[in-house]
DNA sequence: CCCGGTTGTGAGAGCGCTCTCACGAGCGGT
DNA sequence: ACCGCTCGTGAGAGCGCTCTCACAACCGGG
């Protein structure tokens, strides 16, 4: 025990555990005045007088007053907090440096909201009904969604139950109803296999993210219509699936190495495949940049940190965040003119592996 | 725009925007029996009739019934979440492995006990007064604290406003009043050092946490120990305060270095300031493991990654979130015969620095 | 046939707050 | 003196749920 002990506690208004907590009619009483005008100092509201400010004010400090906020809500039908879903396992959630980015952008507009957030990380399938129940049952006021796959239905069924939800990425179906924020996955897609056409590469092959995320499709998407705006044949040969993960970039380009040995680029649809991909790539004797060049996708902080430094398609993750909760606290408040899509631009980022 | 359109929504079972959520009254007129009962069946109360169950079940299923937990909470008190809260910036909370892993840990437990975790990371120090509000407000049962700085009083001021509170580490100030978990900070510090001294090292230094930090207190005072054990005197000048972060070990071993270039071991408090203080060694021309040993702290999943592998006390990082969320859940339930305060051991794992 | 005991159910009283509405006080213009 | 204002305030009705309590229905044992 190396610590100072403690100084006297500062602040021990209220001992006694399990006391009930102050409520609003305590206030009203001590300040002479009626529950109403209470609660329209405590809210901040116009109508008041000095006078009754101050004495409401007093009051409350002197018992510790603070408000019940299940009671507000109950009447209000608002949280003020909204959710952030993540439909990952904790493993890949907290090893991708997309989520966490996108979380951290996430909690930190929603703070400057005023608002807290809501993380939940969802593995199992039955946690859906759980989740569902909590976000309809009026906990949250929206939910932003992260990683959904395939067709799940997920966020129609909050949408329907009227809960306003936003999603990260363009949803493999429902698209047209669903609200989303995405970045330009094709038009990055495109840069990074455009630009691996044009120094003169001869085998350029994309390892991609798992096809049932539109992400996935969507850079895939891209790099095909590079290839095919150069003039050269889409070839399947040269595309291997991956999952956006570094195992999986790895055993991807393991699979793709043994078909075409003659490789001699690779599109990686995420910088942690990317980095599955360099692993494999000198795991094989080659040398990354000189042999095979590869370009990756996101700019998670890493990648510059690489050795040698990755190249990659830069995704604005901050402001993807950002964006995203705005979008849902704009849909909250009910503003007008929003729009159900929003696309932000990416960045080639030449470092040196290509 | 690569993604097939959608089929047909499944379940626009409640199409309209803001038309009233279905209360419970309406799920028992449907069943035609009375609140009192629905409300048990949907609670799965043992008190009712087969009958009564299967109705009761299915009205609330046609009308897509979902409780009001708002409304719950009132009346019960509870809300069935936890607070997890960072008192650091987004920067250094996102930076650090440690908080990350705790974040992973506590979000697993609280699912698994079918609770939903808040998160929320402070920076600057009047957030304080929303959090308490909020926390007091008993939108959650129950606060977990990480980073406690200094004398803060938030964790004081939160049980006296009866939100039970459980602390990462020990705090510095009301040590003896408050609940929390920690790892072996001194035997920790101790085990590094005493093997940096066996393995015949002559001049052994330190690269400390922030010292407002109990952990960053503990860990020096395990390297104190751990010298004077060995009967050598406690050379101030061999201490070199950092604050847990790369940036900071680096500082700190720069500075270090210049006093002192006859060190040949450093133990840094955390892996973070590890690897700023490897950094810094490399630039001073030194060789890592050879020319100075150097022990880090923690175990991030990083160290083992590093070049070469750095050898750390390991500090059960998972087993440090679920034990603190075990404890808070616990304490919200009011289970009796909880201590106050957890220790977890730590372990020297040996790889290449040292 | 009556009685204490169980079992399932419903009536009704809140939980602590917000919000609508009505009201009295104070004002200046006719 | 009257009217029509605005302005601050209080009374009271809920928000949707849980929980206590009383009660009716049914049980088997004396």
Redesign the pocket.
Known sequence: MTCHTAPVNTAARRPARNR?????????ARA????????????G?????????EVVLAAAQEIS????????T????RSESVAFLVEESEERMFADPFFLGMLRSAQEAVATAGQQLVFTVMNRPEDQERFLAYAA??HVDGVLLLSLHGRDQLPQRLESLGVPTVLSGRPLSGGRRLWYVDADNVGGGELATRHLLDSGRAHVATVTGPLDMCAGQDRLAGYRAAVEAAGRPYDEGLVSVGDFTAAGGHAATVRLLDERPDVDAIFAASDLAAFGVVRALRESGRSVGDDVAVIGFDDVPAAADQQPPLSTVKQPIAALGTAMTRLLLDRIEGRPGLTRRTILPVELVLRETA
Do not use: F, H, I, M
């Open positions: 009930p907590a102050p409520t609003l009619e305590e206030v009203a002479g005045v009626s529950r109403a005008t209470a609660s329209r100092v405590l809210r509201d116009q109508k008041v007088s000095e006078r009754a400010r007053y603070v408000p019940n906020l299940a009671a507000r109950l009447v209000t039908g049952g009026g």
